[in-house]
Nanobody
Framework: QVQLVESGGGLVQPGGSLRLSCAFS?????????MGWYRQAPGNQRELVAD???????NYADSVKGRFTISRDNAKKMVYLQMGTLKPEDTAVYYC?????????WGQGTQVTVSS
């Protein structure tokens, strides 16, 4: 069974940076999965932040373009989200997602709080 474990969240001041990591385990076909980062703020629906295909193509929400970068290291079975110029509205629980066909898996989430 695929497992995703996020790490790297925390409290950061506006304008600061954080790097989230997602460790993938449970399948030897990890490089074939499309990977993504989603977030959910209190009272809001979960939304896409960024995703990256098995081939390395990336896609970003308009709200994070130019500030966030998604990447993957298939050898290490890791996916990263480098977040810069953070804003209070980026505060949310961030979730890692893996998708291959109809198989979708989620991590447990990591809290990111942007506040002075």
């Amino acid at each position: 069974q695929v497992q995703l474990v996020e790490s790297g969240g925390g409290l950061v001041q506006p304008g600061g940076s954080l790097r989230l990591s997602c460790a993938f385990s449970g399948s030897i076909f990890s490089s074939m999965f499309g990977m993504g980062w989603y977030r959910q703020a209190p009272g809001n629906q979960r939304e896409l932040v960024a995703d990256i295909s098995s081939g390395g193509s990336t896609n970003y929400a308009d709200s994070v373009k130019g500030r966030f970068t998604i990447s993957r290291d298939n050898a290490k079975k890791m996916v990263y989200l480098q977040m810069g110029t953070l804003k209070p509205e980026d505060t949310a629980v961030y979730y890692c997602r893996a998708e291959l066909g109809r198989r979708i898996f989620w991590g447990q989430g990591t809290q990111v709080t942007v506040s002075s």
